[in-house]
């Protein structure tokens, strides 16, 4: 098993708008990849202009996948003008 998880810094003012975008669009699509089992956006609370989103994939093959297909060429450019920054960090399910 394998999670991306992404932190955005989100610009000023954008937040039900990215909120809309990410609960609309960006969200069903990786919920339609297969391998994909799960996608949940957090917003802070000490912070509302910083979200965290995490992507659950069944192998690290499946996540390069989602990173490859056309849905994700698609969206991400969108997705850029939503944030300021953004940090990814990937993990691996080493024990259960």
Do not use: C
């Not at 954008?14 to 799960?38: C, H, S, T, V, W």
Request: proline share 4%; glycine share 4%; net charge negative.
């Amino acid at each position: 098993m394998i999670e991306r998880h992404v932190t955005f810094n989100l610009h000023a003012g954008l937040n039900q708008d990215f909120e809309k975008f990410m609960l609309e669009r960006y969200l069903p699509a990786i919920k339609a990849r297969p391998g994909a089992f799960g996608a949940w956006l957090m917003r802070e609370m000490q912070d509302p202009s910083r979200y965290h989103l995490v992507l659950g994939f069944e192998t690290l093959q499946s996540a390069q996948d989602w990173k490859a297909s056309d849905s994700h060429r698609e969206l991400s450019p969108i997705l850029k003008t939503f944030y300021a920054t953004s940090e990814v960090v990937v993990y691996e399910l080493v024990a259960q």
